[in-house]
């Protein structure tokens, strides 16, 4: 049998473009050695925050439920309980998926696949023949010098194992999956302490985006060393013992457990390095996810580029109308960066570091003068607008706070659609919501704001 399309690949990227094919009723099949869903639903985005979400709860309940008038008694936060309601999330998500494969007609085939030519697969005991295939192997998390020398260090694919919590815990990198991370166990109560390189954490974000995660994380307790670096690291009693390389000098530390979440690594195999595929950093593709043979296809994390799950699932669609001769190309002028931290962290388009301040407007309004914040107890964060200063046309939108994750979405489409911030002003928002903190700041880059 001829396919269409094989895929490879189950992850974001692999089943969407997959399911794309499938409801254009090509010919596709799906090849996963692992669970569907890949690293995003079963060790990623799904189970970190099934996981910050019970904490969340708790901090909640904790810090609130008193001043909202709320009594509760003796809250706790279960562990086992936690582990299973994050077990229930990631197999829903993965039946869900499935379901879906299976509407669409796209043939799963459960085996580790190896591309012979541009044309054949061997996936386990079948070769399969296609006119296309996709290539949506992943990533793998980074385990860099001294860390890979030590056995028991976790990177995020272990955290996820863990059946008690640690007593402590050293985070190496102090990017997105540190971050979201030290939220986690810090609202549990335990020690962290988080080793960041680059003079702030969350570096990719503005210095004011890490002011406000740095205040919030200290405030749990967590120990942050910027500028830093670990330099030795060995095992001991029950634990490690660190040597951190920082700006007061070295400083000795030990802890239970270490995560090391130093970014990702392209899953490069050796069949795709002897197709002669061009390699930069990740598999290199044009802007269609061609790769520099024709009928094939890279998309998501393979690329070592930007390794989101949503850009994958987007490379994905883009890969598969182009297999069904609709010229697509894929965009990346307004790709959303979310941050499940507390406050959450959400950003798009131009940051202010990276602006040329003589070109642009920028307007910040503090979460702190929206009513909306007020009844739910939270005044920690700020929307900020980037406006180009002569046409006002929205550049960039970064947002701390409750539900900026969800909030952002305003920013993609201005920032997409070359929206101006007259048009964002003049769009009634609804009163009283958290969205009003972005109007504060659009109304600063128009004129002024109202309410400030
Ligand atoms: P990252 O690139 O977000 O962060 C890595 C951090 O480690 C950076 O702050 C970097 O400066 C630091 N670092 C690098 N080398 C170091 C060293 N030797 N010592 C100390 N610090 C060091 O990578 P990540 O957090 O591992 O996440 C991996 C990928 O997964 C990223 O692309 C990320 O965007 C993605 N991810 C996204 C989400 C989300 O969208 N919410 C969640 C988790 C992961």
Redesign the pocket.
């Known amino acids: 049998m001829l396919y269409d399309a094989v895929v490879i690949g189950a992850g974001p990227g692999g089943y969407v473009a997959a399911i794309k094919l499938g409801q254009r009723g090509k010919k596709v099949a799906l090849v996963e050695k692992s669970f569907v869903g890949g690293t995003c639903t079963n060790w990623?985005?799904i189970p970190?925050k099934a996981l910050l979400s019970s904490v969340h709860l708790y901090s909640e309940i904790v810090e609130k439920s008193r001043q909202l008038g709320v009594t509760v008694e003796n809250v706790q936060c279960d562990f086992p309980a936690v582990r299973s309601h994050m077990n229930k999330v990631v197999t829903m998500s993965r039946k869900g998926i499935e379901y879906l494969l299976k509407k669409y007609n796209v043939e799963l085939v459960s085996a580790e696949a190896v591309i012979e030519s541009n044309s054949l697969v061997k996936a386990g005991e079948t070769t399969l023949e296609t006119k296309n295939i996709i290539i949506a192997t992943g990533s793998y998390?980074s385990l860099?010098p001294p860390f890979d020398r030590v056995p028991g260090v976790w990177t995020s694919d272990d955290v996820f194992k863990m059946e008690k919590l640690p007593e402590s815990i050293l985070i190496?990198?102090?990017?997105?999956?540190?971050v979201?991370f030290a939220t986690f166990f810090s609202t549990l109560k335990i020690p962290v302490t988080i080793?960041?390189?680059?003079d702030h954490?969350l570096?990719t974000e503005d210095k004011d985006v890490a002011e406000v995660i740095t205040k919030s994380l200290k405030k749990k307790g967590v120990q942050i060393y910027e500028s830093s670096?670990?330099v030795g690291v060995e095992p001991i009693d029950d634990g490690f013992r660190c040597l951190i390389e920082s700006k007061e000098g070295k400083i000795e530390k030990t802890a239970q457990k270490i995560l090391v979440?130093?970014?990702?690594r392209p899953k490069i195999g050796e069949d795709v390095k002897a197709l002669g595929l061009e390699i930069q950093r990740g598999i290199k593709t044009n802007t269609k996810m061609q790769t520099n043979i024709p009928n094939i296809y890279a998309v998501g994390d393979v690329r070592g580029q930007i390794?989101?799950a949503h850009v994958a699932m987007f490379e994905g669609v883009v890969a598969a109308k182009n297999i069904c001769g609709e010229e697509s190309h894929m965009d990346y002028s307004a790709v959303p960066?979310?941050?499940?931290s507390n406050p959450e962290v959400a950003s798009v388009g131009l940051h202010e570091k990276d602006a040329d301040p003589s070109q642009v407007k920028i307007f910040s309004f503090p979460l702190s003068a929206n009513g909306r914040a007020r009844t739910i107890l939270e005044r920690e964060g700020f929307a900020k607008v980037i406006a180009d200063k002569n046409t006002l046309k929205v550049l960039g939108m970064t947002i701390v706070g409750p539900s900026a994750t969800d909030m952002m979405m305003e920013g993609v489409v201005a920032v997409r659609n070359g929206l101006n911030a007259k048009d964002l002003e003049e769009s009634i928002h609804p009163h009283p919501t958290l969205t009003e903190t972005i109007l504060g700041a659009i109304e600063g880059v128009v004129e002024m704001p109202i309410h400030l």
């Open positions: 990623g985005c970190t998390p860099i190496v990198g102090g990017g997105v999956i540190g979201e080793v960041e390189v680059m954490i570096p670096k670990v979440s130093v970014g990702r390794m989101l960066s979310v941050i499940f």
